[in-house]
């Protein structure tokens, strides 16, 4: 499905992003041994906050046990992504404050681990296609088409589960 999709749309690459994939890499690597897997490293206390924020409108981040099941998620993905790169796994890792503050270094990174020229505008999200993102309050942000880290007006987070999540 996706390579049809990315056929139509032209692209040299095609692939999937979810933060549902991050407890079954073994599994999508052992299906598509020749993929390549892009894992984006964020801060826990970021990633939580952004979850709370779309909680707010999405029953699925709204759900309760979230926080439960995003540690779990990023336990799995630690521990999964060293098992598939020692089975032979090509991963390309970066981080969110990477992509969001040094986007043409890791769009430059990522190009060459992917094999596809660097084309400038990859640095224009306002003339992304954005058509595959799930049309939901919580992406508006991404529609604006600016790449930069999203302020919160209130603080989301209570100071005793960000020193949980500072211990990842």
């Known amino acids: 499905l996706y390579h049809a999709f990315g056929k139509l749309k032209g692209a040299a690459v095609s692939g999937e992003k979810s933060p549902v994939y991050c407890s079954r890499l073994e599994q999508l690597h052992k299906e598509y041994?020749?993929?390549?897997?892009?894992?984006?490293?964020r801060d826990p206390v970021e990633v939580y906050r952004s979850v709370l924020k779309a909680g707010q409108t999405s029953r699925y981040f709204g759900r309760s046990g979230i926080l439960s099941r995003m540690i779990y998620q990023q336990e799995q993905l630690i521990r999964q992504a060293a098992r598939i790169e020692k089975n032979g796994?090509?991963?390309?890792?970066?981080?969110?404050?990477?992509?969001?503050?040094?986007?043409?270094?890791?769009?430059?990174?990522?190009?060459?681990?992917?094999?596809?020229?660097?084309?400038?505008?990859?640095?224009?999200?306002?003339?992304a296609d954005l058509s595959a993102i799930y049309p939901s309050p919580h992406h508006d942000y991404l529609r604006r088409g600016i790449i930069e880290r999203r302020k919160y007006s209130e603080e989301l987070?209570?100071?005793a589960v960000a020193r949980k999540l500072g211990r990842f």
Do not use: H
Request: charged share 25%.
């Open 157 to 159: 987070v209570s100071p």
């Open 89 to 127: 796994a090509r991963i390309f890792r970066v981080t969110y404050a990477a992509i969001v503050d040094q986007t043409e270094l890791v769009c430059r990174n990522l190009s060459d681990f992917l094999g596809v020229p660097f084309d400038r505008r990859m640095l224009e999200l306002s003339k």
């Open 33 to 41: 041994p020749k993929a390549s897997f892009i894992l984006v490293w």
